[in-house]
C-alpha cells in the first residue's frame, strides 16, 4: 500500500509544480492630437473626418480643425482626414504609453472639382 502513496504524492507534487500562470499584459493607452489643415496657407478645416488604421474611432475636427483620440492603446496608427472638396491627406503618429501624441494632416485643394 505504501508504494501507491509514494506514487500518488510523486504524481501529485508533479502535477502542481507544472502548473503555470499565464501573464496577463494589460493594455497601455496614450493619446493623439492633432490638427487638419490646408497645405499651402495653414488654414484650418472644420468637420473634416478623422479616422485611424489599426480602426479605433472616426471623429470630426472642431472649428478651428482640431481633434483628439484620448485613452487609445499604444501602437503607430495612420491618420486619415477627409472633407469633400479637398483630397484627402494621411500622416503616421506613434502613440506612446500615457503620453500625448501630436500631429497635422495637411490637405491640398481639390483643382478638379466643379
Known sequence: MKPIYTFASLFLLLLLSACKEDTIV???????????LIDGDNTPVAEASISTNPPTST??????????????KTGTYTLR??????????ETVAVL??????????????????
Do not use: H, M
Not at 81 to 90: D, H, P, T
Open 59 to 72: 471623429i470630426l475636427t472642431d472649428a478651428e480643425g482640431r481633434f483628439a483620440l484620448e485613452n487609445i
Open 81 to 90: 482626414g477627409e472633407k469633400e472638396g479637398v483630397n484627402a491627406g494621411l
Open 26 to 36: 494589460p493594455d497601455t493607452l496614450g493619446s493623439g492630437f492633432g490638427e487638419v
Open 97 to 114: 504609453d500615457e503620453q500625448t501624441s501630436y500631429v497635422v494632416i495637411r490637405l491640398t485643394v481639390d483643382t478638379l472639382e466643379n
